[in-house]
């Protein structure tokens, strides 16, 4: 009887092993699912749902487009030429799991390094994101801070790889310096991948909620070609969908063109240094520039603290309902929203880097997705306008460099490094 | 059966040492499983301290195993017709097997003293306002950077033109530490959030770096190259990540560099590419 | 006290045929009697030994095969991830091994298991002197199993701290996933350890000064006894200093007490608003408590080996008293060498010179010992039974995990291998190699009083020789890793230059661990199979000499049927006053005059 007990367990529990050892499942991306509650919610009609069949013809079309993430794939289109954004040598370098190939190259290179917050579609939702602050990116609105191209507009390629190399202080994003030129570059074109692959997922559900009639078997791209009727049309929709798809590759691809030049700071003494930093100051806390208002009194990024930034903002709103809103898109995935703060200026900690044509571009851009605006520049040959000129950029990026060197950002800071002695 | 058991035992001190030479001399599959190259001026005493200890421990180790084997492989009862000694000890043996240990014990202790002060206690001085080294007035050697640990990297600021870490000429970087060589070095080693330790395996450093505490580490390099900077100490969830770069440079081209590197970090204009617009 | 009185009559040995649940659950679920709580420890221990083996098998999965797919366990919690375990989760299979193996495993299975099983029966007491507070010991472990078990449920799936849980990393919960929920259940699981080992510790303590059998004086007793007093003694006084830092971190988590936080503290983007503490402070409180205890999870064993190994040489044990000074020796330096896990944490370096020196002394009783256990060996006739083995490997890994110290001790060299896997070998040797293997050695020595039925001694040779091999295989190879440099506690040390060409090696070792892990299938095996179906065996089924094979195989409740009066030591095997080459403690001397012996003075 027990020796019977015995043979049971014994092979059960071996049963067990093989059944939960053997291969784990391939990795896929995750559907945008916060993008779909808001679709449905768009509709007025709180209690409507996109159907199965409706979602995964979405799904189908992303997939056949950029393939999956062991396998990653481009979209031949005809108006653009995608491998002038995306390199898919380079792409399947950082696709796939970690390790090998036969000849030895690496690969899964975004699974090694970024996949743990970012996760493997790009939502900034990898096992570790939750116990991070700020939040990881979420690549898929292809929306990225700090960059050199105005709010509006994509970052270039060289902004991408300027904070793999030097991270951005202050967040968890640390630096990737230290790995080969190549594997960094593989790892910029992914994140453009993945971000393409997200803002083609969001335009091709804002085409499924566009298209006439949805019904619960509406599908993006027509299957059944039974009929000449039926062929034209999913020819037709196939043009549309590549139509999209250009349109968010062309974005990223006219990107360089909106590089905003910076002209070169005055070299200045002492006291013309200190006679323009007056002047950013009295601009800082001017009408028009108006910095006072978000980063506070001081500067220590006290002014307003009730904001969201434009990745839990796109979906919660500030409307009224904005608290119910938030339960019900956390329910469907979204981090749970925190406030931004703006920058304490007297920690000498600037994100988006710390040179001054960083800071300048931040000023001058502002900063997308958050509420930090573009400055309102003087159109050129009208000096009656309101507005801001390079020169009164330079004297606020002088201010804001001074700051944290003022004696009450740190009474210890400029101090001459007194050794302890030991003995 | 007895002697099976004695033999596998016998094998305990064979494969030990065998698994240490092996490693020490670097072959197939052991390559570089020893000790990493030492670059600094200090690391041959820490290194011949270790192998130091490794022989004097080897010795009892090879003696204890090959005494232990001889007696399994002797008395084992279904071989050794001969009665059991009844014995209960020997005080004599006692007294010696504890006063030769004991001695060797407080040898060692004693030293290696002199050079767990050269490297923790006696920092490098300079001259005083008298001119002469090693007099009362001699000040500490002022650190030529600051590294900050913070989850999960190393923030290293140059002290720069002024010699005075935290004022606006310094120049900040991440990761990316770079030193002369041939000199006294010392580096001032702070944390923002939690402890981390700052490794140099080349060099033979290793401090903890803790939140609320300035310390200094010092070495001399002696040797150019690119070596790693090790967080040595649990930081977190990307304790791995924590990784550095050590450059070691002759001071011409660490100076050179440096002026880049401030120059760089001073960057006031730009022109977008001519490439990049296509 | 009632060792002088006659023990309860022994009516209660073959009677559960008809039991009611309420008589059950008195008998076996909330016992008073020493051995039914011993046994509880045992299996208790032994489910939570399991668990931590799997999880060492997870560290070594990722260390060979940095961000592959897991086996198991990566399918069942990172399916979206595609199977890879995550770097926080690494942090928890780290952390929670060594909690579960250290608070979970090793403490209570040689003071819980062994301590309450042998105490009583080995100085001839019918049980503990409270067997009620005996009771919660048990009872107080399950507040700490829930707890610890709790914190396995929610990602990241436990503490991240490491088991040593340096503050500011565990103090502040925005430091680490770990550090979150998972931290506070760690702090409150180990505390309800403490209350446990506190409870046995004033417990065997009282037993072991009251309540010897008559004629068993301090200087008879086996060094089991002696292993588990002294032991005792450490934990009485080390353990309120972990209590208190425990409650200390509790409320700086909690209530932003800032003992171990300094002002200024950036985490994770968050700025700590207390402050005025220091986190070496922390390092000081923990390890006055958890260096003692290191000795608190050998001594026991080393005790336990000496009897097995005197047993086996039928040879009385070489310098019982030495033994004995040596115990006392270890334990009183115990105390004085904690400083030497923080050589450098940025103690001052003065009193790192002072902890080199206290530390070198403490490896004098250890090497005392060793060569007291070869003294023993030599002259005997050695019996190479299951148990033996065990016990004489103990001896020969001792010495492996002894001399390895001697480097960490060295403060200079300390500054290369502080934190690398020098370490992590050092203290494998000692507690897996060590400790470990003694308690295996110590279930197949006492299992057949605890079941009254033998173990598989072919079964178990198999599994001693896969296990000595294997473990040799895991553990010696550290050490050269740690000649590297290699450090401790990394997802992915591979990311680094130096290190990048260790991972074959880091391979090798990994799949000896799987081989390790899968060996203690013999073991589980033969437990449970011997328990129901093992030979039957009489009361002294190795001819031992000490009172616990006096009673009865398994013992009923009151342990002895009649009262064990004591004669001599337990280590009188050869002696010339008998024919036989045992001559137990309650044996009374031969009547012929003729034939004491008269002891040679050395």
Not at chain 1, 252 to 266: G, H, N, T
Not at chain 1, 312 to 318: D, L, M, Q
């Amino acid at each position: 009887m027990l020796g019977r007990l015995f043979r049971t367990v014994t092979f059960g529990l071996a049963a067990l092993a093989l059944v939960g050892g053997c291969g784990s499942p391939t990795a896929k991306y995750r559907r945008y699912e916060t993008y779909v509650r808001k679709m449905e919610l768009g509709t007025g009609n709180d209690k409507f749902r996109l159907s199965g069949p409706n979602l995964s013809s979405v799904d189908e079309v992303v997939t056949a487009l950029y393939g999956t993430p062991d396998e990653p794939a481009l979209p031949a289109l005809d108006e653009v030429e995608v491998a002038q954004v995306l390199d898919l040598a380079k792409l399947k370098l950082a696709a796939g799991p970690v390790g090998s190939d036969e000849q030895g190259n690496v690969r899964g290179l975004y699974r090694e390094h970024c996949a743990h917050c970012h996760g493997i579609t790009g939502d900034g939702w990898g096992p570790t994101a939750a116990f991070l602050n700020p939040y990881p990116r979420d690549y898929r609105p292809g929306k990225f801070k700090f960059k050199s191209t105005p709010v509006g507009y994509r970052p270039t390629h060289d902004d991408l790889k300027k904070i793999l190399l030097e991270g951005i202080p202050g967040t968890a994003m640390p630096s990737f310096k230290l790995l080969p030129d190549l594997e960094v570059e593989a790892l910029v074109h992914y994140v453009k991948y993945l971000s393409i692959r997200g803002e083609t997922e969001r335009t091709l559900l804002e085409m499924l909620m566009a298209g006439e009639e949805l019904t619960k078997d509406t599908r993006l791209v027509t299957v059944d070609v039974s009929t000449p009727e039926l062929k034209t049309r999913q020819q037709d929709e196939l043009a549309a969908v590549k139509d999209r798809v250009s349109t968010v590759v062309k974005r990223w691809q006219s990107a360089p063109e909106a590089v905003v030049a910076i002209p070169a700071r005055d070299s200045m003494t002492a006291e013309q240094l200190d006679e323009s930093r007056r002047r950013g100051r009295d601009l800082f806390y001017g009408a028009i520039a108006n910095c006072v208002k978000c980063h506070g009194d001081s500067a220590l990024g006290d002014g307003t603290l009730t904001d969201y930034d434009d990745w839990a903002g796109e979906f919660i709103g500030k409307g009224p309902d904005q608290q119910q809103l938030i339960k019900v898109f956390v329910a469907a995935g979204l981090p749970e929203p925190r406030n931004i703060k703006p920058r304490n200026l007297r920690q000498g900690v600037f994100r988006g880097g710390l040179r001054p044509v960083d800071i300048y571009w931040r000023i001058k851009n502002g900063i997308e997705g958050t509420p930090m605006p573009a400055a309102t520049m003087k159109p050129e040959g009208d000096a009656s306008a309101k507005g801001l000129t390079p020169t009164d950029l330079w004297d606020i990026v002088n201010y804001v460099e001074s700051l944290p060197f003022e004696s009450i950002s740190d009474p210890f800071q400029a101090v001459p490094a007194i050794p302890r002695e030991r003995l | 059966m007895g002697r099976f058991w004695s033999l596998l035992f016998l094998l305990v001190p064979i494969l030990g040492v065998g698994c240490f030479v092996w490693a020490m001399a670097g072959l197939w599959p052991m390559r570089g499983h020893w000790l990493p190259e030492d670059v600094s001026s200090h690391g041959h005493v820490i290194d011949g301290l270790f192998m130091f200890i490794l022989y004097l421990t080897g010795i009892i180790f090879v003696a204890t195993g090959l005494v232990f084997f001889w007696f399994l492989w002797k008395y084992d009862a279904a071989q050794n017709a001969e009665p059991v000694r009844f014995m209960h000890g020997s005080h004599t043996l006692e007294v010696v097997w504890s006063i030769i240990p004991a001695g060797t014990l407080v040898f060692i202790a004693i030293y290696q003293m002199d050079a767990w002060a050269d490297a923790k206690l006696r920092r490098p001085m300079l001259p005083g306002p008298d001119g002469k080294l090693n007099t009362a007035d001699d000040i500490p050697k002022p650190p030529i950077a600051e590294i900050t640990g913070r989850q999960f990297e190393w923030r290293i600021r140059y002290a720069g033109e002024d010699g005075i870490v935290g004022t606006r000429d310094d120049v900040q970087l991440v990761n990316d530490l770079r030193l002369p060589i041939n000199e006294e070095v010392v580096l001032s080693i702070k944390s923002q959030d939690v402890l981390h330790s700052f490794f140099l395996p080349n060099l033979r450093v290793k401090q903890d770096v803790v939140p609320g505490m300035k310390q200094f580490v010092w070495f001399k390099a002696q040797k150019t190259g690119v070596y790693d900077i090790v967080c040595a100490e649990l930081c977190g969830w990307g304790h791995y990540k924590m990784r550095g770069r050590l450059t070691l440079q002759n001071r011409s081209d660490f100076d050179r560099w440096l002026g880049q590197a401030h120059a760089a970090q001073n960057q006031a204009e730009f022109t977008p590419a001519s490439g990049e617009a296509e | 006290m009632s060792a002088i009185s006659l023990p309860a009559p022994l009516a209660a040995d073959h009677h559960h045929a008809e039991m009611d649940v309420g008589t059950f659950i008195r008998t076996y679920v909330f016992s008073l009697d020493h051995k039914i709580i011993g046994l509880q420890f045992l299996f208790s221990t032994l489910l939570w030994f399991l668990v931590g083996g799997l999880l060492a098998l997870g560290i070594r999965w990722q260390l060979a095969w940095p961000w592959q797919d897991m086996p198991v366990i990566g399918r069942m919690l990172f399916s979206a991830e595609g199977g890879q375990i995550s770097p926080e989760f690494y942090t928890t299979l780290f952390t929670m091994h060594a909690t579960v193996m250290i608070f979970f495993v090793i403490i209570p299975i040689l003071a819980g298991a062994f301590g309450n099983y042998l105490i009583p029966l080995m100085i001839g007491a019918d049980d503990m002197a409270f067997p009620t507070l005996n009771m919660l010991s048990y009872w107080f472990m399950w507040p700490a199993f829930i707890l610890i078990g709790l914190s396995f449920l929610w990602p990241p799936y436990g503490a991240g701290g490491g088991w040593t849980s340096y503050p500011p990393l565990s103090a502040v919960k925005e430091a680490a996933p770990g550090s979150a929920f998972a931290q506070t259940m760690w702090l409150l699981g180990i505390t309800c350890v403490g209350i446990s080992s506190m409870l046995g510790s004033v417990n065997y303590m009282t037993t072991i000064i009251q309540m010897r059998a008559p004629g068993m004086t301090m200087f008879r007793l086996p060094l089991t006894i002696w292993g588990m007093f002294i032991t005792a003694i450490l934990q009485a006084f080390a353990l309120p200093v972990l209590t208190a830092a425990g409650f200390m971190q509790l409320m700086d988590r909690e209530f932003a007490t800032g003992f171990f936080l300094p002002e200024g503290l950036q985490v994770n983007n968050n700025a700590m608003a207390s402050g005025g503490g220091h986190p070496i402070l922390w390092q000081h409180l923990f390890w006055f408590y958890s260096h003692p205890a290191v000795y608190i999870m050998i001594l026991p064993a080393m005790g336990m080996v000496s009897d097995i190994i005197a047993c086996f040489a039928r040879k009385p044990i070489f310098g019982y008293k030495p033994m004995v000074y040596s115990i006392s020796g270890i334990a009183g330096l115990g105390f004085i060498v904690w400083g030497h896990h923080m050589f450098v944490s940025g103690m001052n370096p003065m009193l790192g010179m002072t902890f080199m020196v206290s530390t070198m002394m403490i490896a004098l009783p250890s090497a005392v010992k060793t060569f007291n256990w070869l003294g023993t060996v030599w002259g005997g006739k050695i019996q190479f039974t299951t148990p033996m083995l065990f016990a004489l490997s103990f001896v020969s890994m001792f010495i492996i995990g002894g001399l390895s110290g001697i480097f960490m001790a060295a403060t200079p060299v300390d500054i290369f291998i502080h934190d690398t896997y020098f370490i992590v070998a050092h203290f494998h040797y000692v507690l897996f190699a060590g400790t470990a293997m003694a308690v295996f050695g110590a279930i197949y020595f006492w299992f057949p009083k605890m079941f009254g039925r033998m173990m598989n001694d072919d079964l178990g040779k198999v599994h001693f020789f896969l296990t000595f091999i294997f473990l040799n295989g895991t553990f010696f190879t550290m050490h050269i890793l740690g000649a590297v440099g290699f450090p401790r506690r990394l997802a992915d040390p591979y990311d680094y230059e130096t290190f990048r060409h260790l991972q074959p090696m880091n391979q090798f070792m990994t799949i000896c661990a799987i081989g390790m892990v899968a060996s203690q299938v013999l073991f589980a095996y033969n437990f449970f199979h011997s328990m129901f179906f093992g030979t039957p065996c009489g009361r002294n089924p190795w001819g031992a000499n000490s009172l616990e094979w006096f009673a009865p195989s398994p013992p009923g409740h009151g342990n002895f049927d009649q009262q064990p009066i004591v004669y001599r030591g337990p280590y009188e095997y050869g002696s010339p006053e008998v024919d036989t080459d045992n001559y137990p403690q309650w044996q009374p001397p031969p009547s012929d005059p003729s034939r004491i012996h008269k002891p040679d003075h050395h």
